[in-house]
């Protein structure tokens, strides 16, 4: 019933068998791209997944049938591999933000949580017991997503995202990461340095390392076309030649292009947050 209801509502953006996507209160999407909701199967044939580093943080909350655990993902800079198996909890909310997006939540500098996991209730333990409460008392999954975004909705109301930040990340995404951190910084009017101490602070990274993972991924979601050749490819996503792309595309992923071309399913890219 609760998957019916998912399903045909309008603030789905996408789902499969076991997962569903769905869009944040308005007034947090600058913040975060999107919920995930899971539910365990028995159909899920891959048993581990390779994630794919996408520069954001996210919050993950397990529900089990007497208790709930919940975790704090800091932003990645290279590739996690995560169980996709079977597994005896009820429900797991994913809270996937966009690029700096948890710098809202933490308060704290994003570069002490870059590529970390740790307990939730270590870093911020009045989300935690805001959602247990929440799952506890809802009705059913919309329920539970409305109180989630009623209690996420205060961190963004204080307003300490970055204006400069919000526009640099906007025209590296629109240069598909290709433009120079001395372009960027002439962009903003501000020197390298206190640039690149603004995207260590809220993001995790220096400018640099952000703007390999954008062109990472931007080409990933061209390899979908398993004719494309790499060498285009290369050029297309702002490197100097086929062999410069190979080197950058292993040091992220793990593989090379070939590889990951020939087991695209065992890993999992993020479309909504570049």
């Not at 590739?79 to 909890?89: H, K, L, P, R």
């Amino acid at each position: 019933m609760i998957l019916k209801f998912i399903k045909n509502s309008s603030d789905v953006i996408k789902y499969n068998e076991n997962q569903i996507y769905i869009k944040p209160h308005a007034l947090l999407k600058p913040y975060i791209a999107h919920y995930t909701v899971s539910f365990p199967t028995n159909s899920i044939s891959i048993n581990k997944l390779t994630i794919i580093p996408d520069a954001s943080g996210c919050l993950i909350f397990t529900f089990y049938e007497n208790k709930v655990e919940s975790s704090v993902w800091g932003a990645t800079t290279k590739t996690v591999i995560v169980s996709s198996g079977m597994e005896n909890y009820y429900v797991r909310v994913f809270v996937e933000f966009l690029p700096g997006g948890l710098f809202c939540f933490t308060k704290e500098n994003q570069i002490d949580l870059t590529n970390m996991q740790m307990s939730l209730w270590q870093v911020n333990n009045h989300i935690h017991s805001l959602v247990a409460q929440a799952f506890e008392q809802a009705i059913d999954l919309e329920n539970f997503l409305e109180r989630l975004n009623f209690i996420l909705l205060p961190y963004v109301m204080e307003k300490t995202s970055s204006l400069i930040l919000i526009n640099a990340i906007e025209k590296l995404k629109l240069s598909k990461g290709i433009i120079s951190v001395r372009e960027l910084s002439i962009f903003s009017n501000y020197s390298e340095r206190h640039m690149n101490r603004i995207f260590k602070e809220h993001i995790g990274m220096n400018i640099k390392t952000f703007s390999r993972l954008i062109r990472i991924n931007a080409s990933i979601q061209n390899m979908k076309d398993k004719k494309i050749i790499l060498s285009s490819l290369a050029q297309d996503s702002g490197f100097y030649d086929e062999a410069h792309f190979i080197h950058d595309f292993k040091s992220i992923c793990g593989v090379t292009p070939m590889k990951y071309l020939s087991n695209m399913s065992s890993f999992y890219n993020e479309i909504f947050k570049f």
